[in-house]
């Protein structure tokens, strides 16, 4: 079994800085790419950021130059620094893991119960 676990949501003020971690734990083998997603009310999810094993990033166009993934592959882990957050940022922010759990079984598509975000002043 493999779950993935966030943690990092909260209240902010506009302007201001959040930081979300994802820690995947099980039975784990490889951990291609990983990504963060979120939801807005009434929208459908949409990709944020997404970072791949060999360290490139890929970003939503309202988020560049504000936020920035990173992954720790020793822990397991992928965050999302986010800086000058907008109320428009605000949503259910999900991660998302391609995984391997052994060498002879195909990746798959794992998702994080959710972190809620919210930019209000």
């Known amino acids: 079994q493999v779950q993935l676990v966030e943690s990092g949501g909260g209240l902010v003020q506009p302007g201001g800085s959040l930081r979300l971690s994802c820690a995947a734990s099980?039975?784990?083998?490889?951990?291609?790419?990983m990504g963060w997603y979120r939801q807005a009310p009434g929208k459908q999810r949409e990709l944020v950021a997404e970072?791949?094993?060999?360290?490139?990033?890929n970003y939503e166009a309202s988020v560049k130059g504000r936020f920035t993934i990173s992954r720790d592959n020793a822990k397991n882990t992928v965050y999302l620094q986010m800086n000058s957050l907008k109320p428009e940022d605000t949503a259910v922010y999900y991660c998302?893991?391609?995984?391997?759990?052994?060498?002879?079984?195909?990746?798959?598509?794992?998702w994080g119960q959710g972190t809620q975000v919210t930019v209000s002043s």
């Open positions: 998302k893991a391609e995984i391997a759990r052994a060498a002879w079984t195909p990746e798959q598509y794992y």
């Open positions: 099980g039975s784990i083998f490889k951990i291609y790419g």
């Open positions: 970072i791949y094993s060999d360290g490139s990033q």
